[in-house]
């Protein structure tokens, strides 16, 4: 039998790691189960997946872009009428916003007047060459541009290198620069006296004859089944692994699922459609030989009635690829025949592509939903998730609409075999809203700091929060968040346990 801790956290990664550095100032026995291990950057592969489990979660595997969601975001239901407001609004979380870009390092540029006054710590990315073309091409058009936000350390930063521009940030960053949480946010907490315990897979969280919680059932890394008590249960497994432990917590008392009267857990899933679109020009570009973002445009995130949809989307700038995945992905498009003119047209094509995405808000809509798979299990026994999702009407239109524009975009910088993606095939990465929060006990999981309405002493910091979805990468978002239910957590310590 463990011995009891004050505050159990689940999951280590963006949001789990920001709440266990800001409650570590309380001296409190903090522990956190995490069911994947610590990565040795030094040893990343190259090869790609799609999200990830273990110490710093999807922040290993991320792009490191790192724009915050806008002051419109929070109030969906009285700017649009559709959706629903959030119970806090941008200015609550300023503060935290700051906070977690000193703690992550952010590189960027003041003065961007397409989003509220921000300071990024360290200064922006170098445009590059495509970078240069794209902006010129926005120049052209008279759209808004603006070096991006990210996460990749543009000068040596608290321990961390500076970016050598190698071009590899998505599937980790060997040299360190790109903040994972693994090395900016866990040592600290570390030091501070949290616990971390890994290679721990929790299946449920039990509660007590108060119908409070009373710890969780996990297995070890041999697989054994263990209790661990806890005061309090901090839920920090993204907007998949949250519901999907809250759901297989069902018991007797709560027959639906943990935390669940509402009835909304797992529901309202929102993932952002990419719309991908790309080409090639003459000039030779800088490929993938830096991080991938360099550039925003905010030019088409606020409503506009004219458009045919609410809401907006950002337009996120990518690099090219190196020549494996452009040959790959241009023999699929039809591009790259085999045969006579295959080295020449791989010339051509290689080295020389520039694109971009629309990350597209995706409303929330109960029918796209995290359930319980009735057959599939994990290894340890416990059920998979499974996800039943499709593209709303009015992200379907938000998305042919960036499609439209990206290919003005591309023409204005004079690119040609223009291609689409949309919506990628290998996206799904934004996981949110399936515990949102709010006031009405009746229409969300969690109130207004994080905690459940039905379940006093356990509390949701992750994705699973989202009322919307915005039009943005959600990762600051998501870390602020945490960050601010773990201030509003210290503010009432004193009531914490009741
Ligand atoms: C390829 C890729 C690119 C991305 N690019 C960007 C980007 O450029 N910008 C951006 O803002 N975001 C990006 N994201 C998304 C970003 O990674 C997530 O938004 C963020 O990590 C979510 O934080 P979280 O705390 O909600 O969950 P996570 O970071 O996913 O952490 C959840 C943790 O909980 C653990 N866990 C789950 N269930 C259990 C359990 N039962 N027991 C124990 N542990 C458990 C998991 O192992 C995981 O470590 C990207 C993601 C991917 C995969
Ligand atoms: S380009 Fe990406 S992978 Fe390479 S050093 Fe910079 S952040 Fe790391």
């Known amino acids: 039998m463990n011995d009891p801790v004050d505050v159990l956290i689940i999951g280590a990664g963006a949001s789990g790691a920001a709440v266990a550095w800001s409650l570590a100032e309380t001296k409190m026995h903090i522990l956190c189960l995490e069911q994947g291990g610590w990565m040795n950057p030094a040893t990343y592969p190259s090869t790609k997946v799609v999200n990830f489990n273990g110490v710093g979660g999807g922040t290993i595997m991320y792009t490191a872009h790192f724009p915050r969601l806008h002051p419109s975001d929070f109030r969906v239901k009285s700017l649009d009428g559709m959706a629903d407001d959030w119970p ?3 200015d609550t979380l300023v503060p935290f916003f700051e906070e977690n870009d000193r703690m992550m390092g952010v590189s960027g540029l003041a003065g961007d007047p397409g989003v509220p006054p921000r300071n990024p710590p360290m200064p922006p990315l170098p445009l590059g060459r495509s970078g240069a073309m794209l902006a010129k091409a926005m120049n052209r058009l008279g759209w808004h541009w603006w070096p991006s936000d990210t996460t990749v350390a543009t000068v040596d930063y608290e321990g961390r290198a500076r970016c050598i521009n190698l071009g590899h940030c998505t599937p980790a960053c060997a040299q360190g620069a790109k903040a994972s949480t693994d090395i900016t946010y866990w040592p600290a907490a570390q030091r501070a006296g949290v616990e971390l315990r890994t290679h721990c897979r929790v299946r449920e969280i039990t509660t007590n004859e108060h119908g409070m919680a009373a710890g969780v059932v996990y297995y070890d890394a041999d697989g054994i089944e263990q209790f661990q008590a806890a005061e309090v249960v901090v839920l920090a497994c993204n907007g998949v692994g949250t519901p999907r432990l809250l759901l297989n917590s069902a018991s007797g008392r709560f027959p639906d699922g943990l935390a669940n009267s509402s009835g909304l857990v797992g529901k309202n899933l929102m993932f952002h459609p990419y719309a991908q679109v790309y080409g090639y020009v003459d000039e030779a ?41 452009e040959a790959v992905a241009s023999e699929a498009k039809g591009l790259l025949p085999w045969g006579a003119g295959h080295h020449a047209a791989f010339r051509r094509l290689n080295g020389h592509r520039l694109g971009l995405s629309a990350i597209c808000e995706d409303l929330p809509e109960e029918h796209n939903r995290v359930t319980l798979d009735p057959v599939l299990k994990d290894r340890n026994g416990i059920p998979a998730p499974r996800i039943d999702y499709r593209i709303g009407e009015n992200t379907a239109r938000m998305m042919e609409h960036g499609i439209a524009r990206a290919k003005e975009i591309l023409a204005a910088a004079e690119a040609t075999e223009i291609c689409v993606n949309s919506p990628i095939l290998y996206g799904g990465w934004h996981l949110l809203g399936t515990a949102r929060m709010g006031t009405d006990p009746a229409r969300s999981v969690v109130n207004e700091w994080g905690r459940s309405h039905d379940v006093k002493n356990l509390f949701i910091v992750d994705g699973s929060l989202f009322v919307t979805s915005g039009g943005v990468n959600p990762t600051s978002t998501i870390q602020a968040l945490a960050l601010y239910i773990a201030d509003q957590m210290k503010e009432r310590l004193a009531n914490l346990f009741d």
Do not use: H, M
């Open 88 to 90: 806090i609004d941008y």
């Open 285 to 325: 570009t800088d490929s993938n030989r830096a991080p991938p973002t360099c550039l925003w445009s905010k030019e088409f995130y606020e409503t506009d009635p004219s458009r045919g949809f609410v809401r907006g989307y950002t337009f996120q700038f990518g690099r090219g690829v190196g020549p494996v995945a």
